[in-house]
């Protein structure tokens, strides 16, 4: 079974989807566990920024590691030093150590995520890639669903304690897994063997190429009022909507189920060279819908509204995946991966931290607003130079090759490494 490529990659996004069931476990069960111990707002905030800003700081920083190193090796090594640190997790009760052990998983799934995306080819091949990325992202989504309620249920049931370590066997889990499918990805061999300058050139070959530098810049411009929004919608639906707290968590599962059904449905059919445009006109949906939930504070129109939120967030994020990967050579889109991906998540934190002065000056409604307005006229602006590469999207690989190599690197190609899981 573990033969056929299409099964393999279930299996891979499965486990996908686990892990990220198993991040909002633990991340529910810490919060509601600070909570109950009467901890301020800041202990709470901490506790959510240690487990992203690994993914900024850590993960360019590591990214060499993910290129040099065979991948699916690393994600057993390092998915079982997860589920140790998961497991202490579980079993201590200092607020700093707790956040501390989460910055140490958060700086384990900066390693993991690029390497994974990394496999993505090596199973499905270069010319699906869209498809299998749309595929992770469909089970991630999943997770994201599931978690959320079956930490609810189990700490309500048995404690906190319990989530926890149900997040450390999901890491456990996940490292057997990939043990028994001895996928292989072997790094190809660079001239280049300084890891600060390997760190430097997973910078360079984003900013090196026009289409890319505006689509993270554009992106990360959005992000930074779209992520308003994780702030703000608890005072917009509490207060101007005057939704239960029913209400609010069918509200916040909406967002992604939105995610889930364009992963699932629509992200898969949409060809590679669209993705320009994909991700222009996404930033513009992501706008309109915010803005609109915030002037019509009606329960029916926000559902609508969060559920195209959560339908652009997933087309952003597979829009930026498919650029990188079409248009990066092979022996350094692992860094790639992480660096777009810390630009992407130190916009979400600053966006974050944007939220609550927002939501204090402008209330809940107010700072909604200012999170659709603001998305919608920095993905306005930046539409004209992503449709202008709309052409560029469609370089062949030799046309990546040359590229690399104007840029003092030698060109990759498909011949250099194995293609799909190892076999006897």
Request: net charge positive; charged share 15%; with cysteine.
């Amino acid at each position: 079974m573990l033969r056929n490529r299409g099964v393999v990659l279930s299996v891979v996004g499965a486990l996908y989807g686990l892990s990220a069931m198993g991040d909002q476990m633990a991340l529910i069960a810490l919060t509601l566990r600070l909570h109950d111990q009467g901890r301020s707002g800041l202990a709470i905030s901490a506790l959510v920024i240690a487990g992203v800003l690994p993914l900024v700081v850590v993960g360019p920083l590591a990214a060499p590691l993910v290129d040099r190193v065979e991948s699916g090796r690393l994600i057993v090594v390092v998915t079982a030093l997860q589920a140790v640190l998961g497991l202490g997790l579980a079993f201590v009760t200092d607020v700093m150590v707790c956040i501390g052990l989460l910055a140490l998983l958060g700086a384990g799934l900066a390693v993991v995520s690029p390497a994974l995306l990394l496999l993505v080819p090596e199973i499905l091949g270069e010319e699906n890639a869209a498809r299998g990325y749309a595929r992770l992202e469909t089970f991630r989504s999943a997770g994201n669903v599931v978690g959320p309620v079956l930490a609810g249920l189990l700490i309500a049931a048995y404690g906190d304690r319990v989530a926890l370590l149900c997040d450390a066997a999901t890491f456990a889990a996940m490292a057997v897994a990939f043990l028994a499918l001895r996928l292989r990805r072997r790094p190809v061999a660079g001239t280049n063997v300084n890891w600060l300058a390997q760190v430097r050139e997973g910078v360079g070959v984003l900013g090196a190429d026009r289409l890319l530098r505006t689509a993270i810049a554009a992106l990360s411009a959005a992000i930074l009022f779209t992520a308003v929004l994780s702030v703000a919608r608890v005072f917009f639906i509490r207060d101007d909507l005057g939704a239960s707290d029913t209400g609010y968590g069918v509200l916040v599962t909406a967002h992604t189920v939105g995610m889930l059904l364009t992963s699932a449905l629509i992200a898969p059919r949409i060809p590679v060279t669209w993705q320009p445009r994909v991700l222009a006109g996404s930033g513009v949906l992501m706008g309109v819908a915010l803005a609109v939930s915030s002037g019509v504070p009606v329960f029916a129109v926000t559902l609508g509204a969060f559920v195209l939120t959560g339908a652009a967030n997933s087309l952003q994020a597979l829009a930026i995946r498919n650029l990188i990967h079409a248009r990066v050579p092979a022996d350094v889109r692992g860094r790639a991966f992480a660096s777009s991906g810390a630009a992407l998540n130190g916009a979400n934190l600053a966006g974050t931290a944007l939220g609550g002065p927002a939501v204090s000056l402008l209330g809940g409604a107010g700072a909604l607003a200012l999170a659709g307005i603001g998305t919608l006229v920095v993905s306005v602006a930046g539409a004209p130079v992503l449709l202008r590469g709309q052409s560029d999207a469609q370089r062949t690989p030799t046309e990546v090759g040359r590229t690399s190599t104007e840029a003092g690197r030698p060109p990759t190609t498909d011949t250099d490494r194995p293609v799909g899981p190892a076999r006897d």
